[in-house]
Nanobody
Framework: QVHLVESGGGLVQPGGSLRLSCAAS????????MGWYRRAPGKQRELVAF???????NYADSVKGRFTISRDNAKNTVSLQMNSLKPEDTAVYYC?????????WGQGTQVTVSS
């Protein structure tokens, strides 16, 4: 079993920054990738970014150039640095851990971008 806990969400003004963190615990081995998803009100869940075991990254087009994902494999943590935040970034952000064929999810952390 794997348990994921997110932290770092909050309220920021447009143009501001937040850093989200996710800590994994439990049966952590043979992890393929970790990443972040988000779900905004009235929208489907979407992939924000993910990072693989070898450090390869992928980003949604809407966040490229603004968000940066990083991972500490030894500590089983993943972070998301979010800069130049926009109101449309407002969503619940969820940490994801993939160990094929299983995906594990955190409970989510709220990010609100508003003036």
């Amino acid at each position: 079993q794997v348990h994921l806990v997110e932290s770092g969400g909050g309220l920021v003004q447009p143009g501001g920054s937040l850093r989200l963190s996710c800590a994994a615990s439990g049966s952590i081995f043979n992890v393929n990738a970790m990443g972040w998803y988000r779900r905004a009100p009235g929208k489907q869940r979407e992939l924000v970014a993910f990072i693989t075991n070898d450090g390869s990254t992928n980003y949604a087009d809407s966040v490229k150039g603004r968000f940066t994902i990083s991972r500490d494999n030894a500590k089983n943590t993943v972070s998301l640095q979010m800069n130049s935040l926009k109101p449309e970034d407002t969503a619940v952000y969820y940490c994801n851990l993939q160990r094929r064929p299983v995906n594990y999810w955190g409970q989510g952390t709220q990010v609100t971008v508003s003036s």
